[in-house]
């Protein structure tokens, strides 16, 4: 019941939000027709990308942007619809033995790469491979594809749906082509996407990328003539340029999105998507005590950070999945209790970590945001007398320490739509200890695992952040995924900013997406 | 010491004194004018400082202000005034108005006291600020100092705080400039002066919280007692700092503590004035003292050198002039010309000894002819006693020749003995003159004392116990172990033979005789006492001079002899006396003589070519 | 008696969710329940949640002090296509108040727990509020806008009224931004703004936690306009999913009841009043 309470109050205030973001003039009828043409210009947040799925890593910030513009190039096996449908995207039609250990994929026929060569089932074998979790094989047989598990995998089809699991082909010079909706025309100082072996990948900074349409697309052409996408640019930058026109979709900080309500700008938001938790280094034997971690947690203030320092652009976390991925975040509390946490800390002996000397708080992440919740933290913790030290670069200016630190501040980005995948993912890179409970697409086994990490508080969430984007009034069929996805694939532009276009496109009975 | 050393020292020791007196007038009073002007200089730029800090304050005050009078500052406190406000809105208002107002510090606190907004630790939004809510018109309080919390430390700022008072429920805007580099770099600062500012953020010393817009402070941990002292008292404070060993690298420091609301010390301004002009100025004193004290050395010893010549040169010559004169060269001249004092000494010298020589002539005859004098007198007197019985006699004789043969011849007998008696007298008498003036120079050889003292005592040994006369005690107190003395034995002798007869006829009564010898400094004293009547004090004075006599049948020549024997000698002769207990005779004889050959003991005759000049020198004792 | 605590967290349908419960309750082996009494004190607590792709059930099962969590997921695409997200509320309106001086925004603020309910008018020249008693609409309170009142050939106005801040309410009129204060005879806090004023207030339905745009339909003074619902989240461009015709030009659209309803402000073409109506979704099956 509370939880309804808190989600229509949630509902109410964003509600109240929004309010502002409508414009004010007369409404006028506009047509509905998508239109073929334009340039979409798209902001970027993240000063670098990679288009290469195998470098990606899991839980990264920036996994989102990554995705977004790979989505562009590249397409999936199966996709995931509003409805909760899997629609067939390469595979056509799939089916899997009794025990969802082995399943098999029909690949489309006549589908062809950007480049003009025809896909093949080896080709989706040989992308997939690599990108697969250890217990998951795949093989090309024919014109199928198979995947064999050593265990139950009920959730595969929510796991190529989603995150890294696109089909690309590594051409010859190293870079990678694809069967999407676009291709990339060039990459402004930095090279094309190259191989994940390829030396340059992990530090290409590509900041201007041009998408060109697809016209041999298995889909249909895009709407778009192209999409010009710029990266790393500063957030209030980039709400100005869609203020004056100079961009259509842009991405939002969290600090923008009042800002853009207030300007009456058309703001998008996501569901909970990026998870910000502190973790105590277990390899540090002080922290090992659970009446200081039982503290620390308690003197907490999620609501304030979510509410105030994130000006209720974010959710406290009382779970490590959302609640809309795992179904049953609402039965963890994130419980505030600053008189519990002194008892807890005066109970303590003096000399434990946190007393004699603080506790070192390393932030894992860049960013304002991560320094601000940080800095919350320690003044959580210090009214409960928990000395906590934000590492940074001190006031002299010397860097910071190179003793490690007992406490980090993590961001994870969710990346999957396999909870289980999700869960353990995090978990491994947080370093808390494999699941024993087995087979993760079991929500039993996956809420006890789950419970256990929190109850023994190897980790702790603090909030939850969605994406956010600002729109041009001119975007049309804006139809993102409440789990990030842009599909800017069927996304057009209203004539006004349609510029001078090239030939009308490829208009063939299946032009249209669906 | 001599007059030369003493002259030396003198000047050199009056140089000294001047000198060194000199350099400490020189350098206390120099310093004088070099305090007050580093006073005046520091109070100016306390003075600045004071005014820079108000201006800022004043700044601050009126960029509040401006905040305080904006619509977003007017629909917020409407807006924060409601308990259910929904704070989140203004989280990052504080940034936009610490950005557009030039602010380093912007806090925006609700009625309740909650921190709604802040620009220097976002983290700590929603937490209580009390403070701000207890004073009720922050427009009468000053801008203050405050120590400024951060997520990564502490700052320090010149704050002050505005309200805008909505239903009596106020909303609160704390601003404030960072008190830093920036604010010192404000002030002009002198030659030789810089100003420090310490920020008292830490509970302990931190040397990186001295500001010091220059860059220039080396070893800050050397002003670590001056600032802690500052903590403890928060008292304006002086203190001398030495940067290095060098005291030209000394730098004193006015320290004025700054304070925040509740008076605590939240810093120091430290005002730098460098002493090197100072410690030059006096190592500059003090080496023209050192060298000015060198050269007077080098000076003194020259003119100690060249006044002494000029004076105990001409002193010392007097003083051998003298000497000379001393030992019997009168006709000594001193060669000196000038015409200072010492030039008259030596010209009133020389006219002495001229004086003296000239003079010593007709002393010489004058004491001739005194001396013929009083020999004629003498013998006038000595042979008149013996002539008029000599005279009565032949004319006793003349009328005996009227008598009878049997009277004259009885008148004839005793008129002839008497004349052969008055006859013998009156020889004895010439016999004695012919002594005196036969007295010859003594020929020295060694001679011992004790010896001819008893060579001399005894010939008169048959006198001592003599039938019928009342004896006469002897006593010899002789001193053992005498040296020999350069003597002429002969006359020793009869020196001795005069004194033991004289003592003899001092005691007629008899008595005792004794007689001692010692010696002292290279003199040998021999006494000759008698316990006769003694002598008057007259008598004692009188007592030398040839022919005085206080026996009624002495010539008087006795002791004028053996003073005249005592003075060849070199010696000394006196007398004490005293009536009725004795008269004693003291002889101080020196052991050598000057310029004598010795002559072996033995008796050389006298040559008669020798009296003339014995007589002359009895003259010239006489 | 076991008693079953069901909610529905927007996963499937109402209906839908009434029939998983029956099944769910008949499933409990004959157990008595009383779905009706959804207390805190339920045994059982039964919850659908919707996934991307599945809809989570879970059961939060009460033993004294402990609990027990089960878990169930059920594939959405395996569940037939139903009008949940299609369904389309009906408008419905109720006359509260006219009056012939011009009325530039209304709100009508339902308050509850005994207080009675307001109506705040907004007009040239005074801002009334009025309070539900027995015998009608008593008017409570008035205060004169004064300075901040301008004369204009067609003014405009805008109420604006929070939940959080239930005695307090915002108007926007005339070069101007001011809070009144609804308890107490205090004047208006006014100051300088640009802010423009609203074409339409959102509207939620009470059937579901969709959310509409609700709209005049653009025609001037001399025709009546409709109460035109949009979706919400693109509302420029969109055809009406429904309307609701008026008898009148609509002056202005506001919300006091936190988007459950919203008050319509329309000029009677025929009686020449001003009319204020409470606009409300109705669910339709």
């Not at chain 1, 047989?141 to 089809?157: I, K, M, P, W, Y």
């Not at chain 1, 703001?267 to 998507?273: D, I, N, Q």
């Not at chain 2, 770099?185 to 310490?198: D, I, K």
Request: glycine residues 6%; charged residues 25%; proline residues 5%.
């Amino acid at each position: 019941m509370r939880f309804i309470v808190l989600r229509w109050l949630a509902v109410s205030e964003r509600l109240v939000a929004l309010l502002s973001i409508f414009p004010f003039a007369a409404a006028s009828f506009a047509s509905t027709k998508p239109r073929y043409g334009g340039v979409l210009r798209v902001e970027l947040l993240a000063s670098s990308t990679t288009l290469d799925p195998r470098a990606w890593k899991a839980g990264s910030r920036d996994f989102g942007t990554n995705e977004r513009l790979a989505a562009l190039v590249f397409d999936r096996l199966v996709a995931l619809d509003n409805y909760g449908r899997f629609v067939p995207q390469l595979a056509t039609e799939w089916s899997h033995d009794a025990s969802s250990r082995r399943w098999q994929f029909t690949i489309r026929a006549d589908v062809k790469f950007s480049d003009g060569s025809a896909l093949s089932a080896a080709d989706v074998a040989a992308a997939l491979a690599p990108l697969l979790p250890e217990d998951l094989k795949v093989a090309a047989t024919g014109n199928s594809v198979v995947f064999q598990a050593t265990e139950q995998r009920a959730d595969l089809l929510e796991l190529l749906a989603s995150g890294r699991f696109f089909v690309f082909r590594a051409q010859p010079d190293g870079s990678l082509v694809g069967t999407g909706a676009f291709k990339l025309e060039e990459a402004g100082k930095g090279t094309r996407p190259a191989a994940a072996d390829s030396p340059s990948v992990a530090q290409t900074s590509l900041q201007r990328l041009n998408f060109a349409a697809n016209e041999l697309c298995w889909a249909g052409r895009p709407f778009l003539d192209a999409i010009d996408v710029t990266l790393g640019v500063p957030p209030l930058r980039a709400l100005f340029d869609l203020q004056v026109g100079k961009a259509e979709l842009v991405e939002l900080a969290p600090d923008m999105v009042r800002r853009a309500n207030q300007a009456n700008t058309r703001v998008w938001a996501s569901s909970p998507l990026t998870l910000y938790g502190l973790r105590f280094d277990d390899a540090q034997p002080q922290t090992t005590n659970e009446k200081l971690r039982e503290a620390l947690s308690l003197s907490l203030d999620r609501m304030t950070m979510a509410g105030v320092l994130l000006q209720k652009q974010a959710e406290p976390a009382a779970a490590l999945l959302p609640q809309w991925l795992s179904g049953y975040a609402f039965l963890f509390h994130g419980e505030t209790n600053v008189e519990r946490a002194k008892e807890l800390r005066v109970s303590l002996p003096a000399n434990v970590a946190g007393g004699a000397s603080p506790l070192r708080l390393q932030t894992d992440v860049s960013g304002d945001l991560a320094r601000l919740l940080a800095e919350r933290v320690a003044v959580n913790a210090r009214q409960t007398g928990i000395s906590v030290q934000p590492l940074g670069k001190a006031r002299d200016g010397n860097a910071r320490t190179a003793d490690p630190a007992e406490l980090h501040l993590f961001a994870w980005r969710i990346f999957s739509l396999s909870p289980g995948e999700e869960l353990r993912s995090l978990a491994k890179a947080q370093r808390v200890e494999e699941a024993k409970e087995g087979n993760l697409s079991d929500p039993d086994r996956r809420y006890a695992w789950e419970r256990k990490i929190l109850e023994e508080r190897k980790l702790m969430p603090l909030v939850a952040l969605p994406d956010y984007a600002g729109l041009a009034t001119t975007v049309r069929d804006w139809q993102p995924s409440p789990w990030g996805e842009w599909q800017l694939a069927d996304v057009w532009l209203e004539p006004a900013q349609a510029p001078k276009t090239t030939a009308p496109p490829n208009s063939a009975p299946n032009g249209a997406r669906p | 010491m001599s007059f030369r050393t003493k002259l030396f020292w003198v000047f050199l020791v009056t140089m000294l004194v001047s000198v060194s007196i000199v350099s400490y007038a020189v350098t206390h009073y120099s310093r004088a004018p070099f305090e007050e002007i580093d006073r005046e200089r520091t109070e100016a730029l306390v003075a600045q400082f004071q005014k820079e800090y108000a201006q800022r304050g004043e700044e601050v005050g009126r960029q509040l202000d401006n905040i305080i009078n904006s619509e977003l500052t007017a629909r917020m406190a409407i807006d924060l005034a409601n308990p259910n406000a929904d704070q989140s809105l203004y989280f990052r208002d504080a940034v936009g108005m610490a950005q557009e107002h030039g602010l380093d510090f912007v806090e925006i606190v609700n009625f309740q006291g909650t921190l709604i907004s802040s620009v220097q630790y976002p983290a700590r939004v929603g937490y209580k600020e009390d403070w701000v809510t207890q004073v009720s018109d922050w427009h009468e309080v000053a801008p203050f100092l405050r120590k400024e919390e951060l997520p990564d430390g502490s700052d320090l700022s010149l704050s002050a705080v505005r309200t805008y008072p909505v239903e009596k429920k106020n909303l609160y805007i704390i601003g404030g400039k960072r008190m830093d580099r920036h604010f010192l770099a404000s002030l002009v600062l002198p030659a030789g002066m810089r100003a420090l500012l310490y920020r008292n953020l830490d509970p302990t010393f931190s040397a990186a919280e001295i500001v010091d817009s220059n860059d220039t402070l080396q070893n800050p941990e050397r002003l670590e007692p001056l600032i802690n002292q500052i903590r403890k008292q928060s008292q304006p404070l002086v203190e001398t700092v030495n940067w290095t060993g060098n005291a030209a690298d000394a730098e004193t420091f006015h320290s004025i503590p700054l304070l925040g609301r509740n008076n605590e010390v939240l810093g120091a301004l430290l005002v730098g004035s460098s002493q090197r002009e100072l410690v030059l100025l006096k190592r500059k004193i003090s080496w023209l003292a050192a060298i000015v004290g060198v050269s007077a050395l080098f000076v003194g010893l020259i003119l100690t050198w060249w006044i002494s010549r000029r004076i105990t040169r001409p002193i010392e010559e007097l003083a051998d002039g003298a000497r000379d004169v001393a030992s019997g060269r009168w006709d000594r001249h001193i060669d000196l010309r000038g015409r200072d004092e010492v030039g008259q000494l030596a010209g009133a010298f020389n006219e002495m000894t001229q004086t003296l020589a000239s003079q010593k002539e007709r002393l010489v005859q004058a004491e001739r002819v005194a001396a013929w004098r009083e020999l004629a007198r003498r013998l006038a007197h000595e042979l008149r006693n013996p002539l008029f019985p000599l005279q009565i006699t032949v004319e006793n004789l003349q009328r005996a020749r009227q008598l009878s043969q049997d009277q004259f011849q009885e008148v004839f007998n005793e008129s002839t003995a008497t004349l052969k008696a008055e006859l013998s007298n009156l020889n004895a008498i010439v016999n004695r003159f012919s002594d005196f003036s036969k007295m010859p120079t003594p020929r020295f050889t060694k001679v011992r004392i004790n010896e001819a003292l008893r060579d001399a005592m005894r010939l008169f040994e048959p006198q001592f116990n003599a039938v019928g006369k009342p004896p006469v005690g002897t006593e010899l107190f002789l001193g053992e172990g005498l040296p020999e003395i350069d003597a002429d034995p002969d006359l020793l002798h009869k020196a001795f033979q005069n004194l033991i007869l004289n003592a003899l006829d001092a005691m007629p009564a008899g008595g005792t005789l004794k007689l001692r010898t010692s010696g002292q400094d290279e003199k040998i004293r021999i006494e000759v006492s008698d316990t006769g009547k003694g002598l008057t004090p007259e008598e004692c004075s009188r007592l030398f001079t040839p022919y005085y006599t206080t026996k009624q049948l002495g010539t008087g020549l006795g002791l004028a002899i053996v003073q005249s024997i005592v003075s060849d000698h070199h010696g000394t002769i006196s007398v004490s006396s005293e009536e009725s207990r004795g008269t004693t005779f003291r002889i101080d004889l020196p052991q050598r003589q000057p310029g004598v050959l010795l002559k072996p003991a033995v008796e050389e005759k006298k040559s008669e070519g020798e009296e003339p000049a014995r007589a002359t020198a009895a003259a010239n004792q006489g | 008696m076991i008693c079953v605590n069901w909610t529905n967290h927007e996963a499937v349908s109402e209906t839908r969710s009434q029939q998983l419960k029956s099944v769910f309750v008949e499933e409990l082996q004959g157990k008595q329940s009383d779905p009706a009494t959804a207390t805190g004190n339920c045994v059982v607590s039964v919850f659908l949640e919707r996934t991307p792709a599945k809809i989570v059930v879970t059961a939060d099962v009460e033993n004294g002090r402990d609990a027990r969590f089960f878990f169930a997921t059920i594939p959405r695409a395996g569940i037939p296509a139903e009008n949940v997200a299609t369904s389309v509320p009906r408008l419905e309106k109720e006359l509260l108040w006219q009056q012939t001086e011009r009325v530039l925004d209304a709100l009508f603020v339902r308050r509850g727990n005994g207080a009675s309910d307001r109506l705040i008018v907004l007009q040239k020249e005074v801002l009334v509020v009025y309070e539900k008693q027995a015998d009608g609409w008593k008017a409570a309170q008035a205060k004169p806008l004064g300075e901040a009142s301008v004369m204009q050939r067609a003014p405009r106005g805008e109420l604006s009224f929070s939940l959080d801040q239930p005695e307090r309410v915002k108007i926007v009129f005339a070069g101007k931004s001011c809070q009144a204060s609804l308890n107490d005879a205090s004047p208006l806090v006014c100051q300088q703004s640009t802010e423009p004023v609203r074409a339409g207030m959102l509207l939620a339905s009470a059937c579901d936690s969709r959310v509409w745009w609700l709209r005049a339909s653009g025609g001037d003074s001399t025709t009546p306009d409709k109460l035109e619902l949009v979706n919400s989240s693109v509302p420029q461009g969109q055809i009406a999913a429904t309307e609701l015709a008026m008898l009148g030009p609509i002056v202005s659209i506001s919300s006091g009841e936190a988007l459950r309803a919203d008050t319509a402000v329309v000029f009677n073409l025929a009686t020449g009043n001003y009319e204020i109506y409470r606009i409300a979704l109705a669910c339709s099956q």
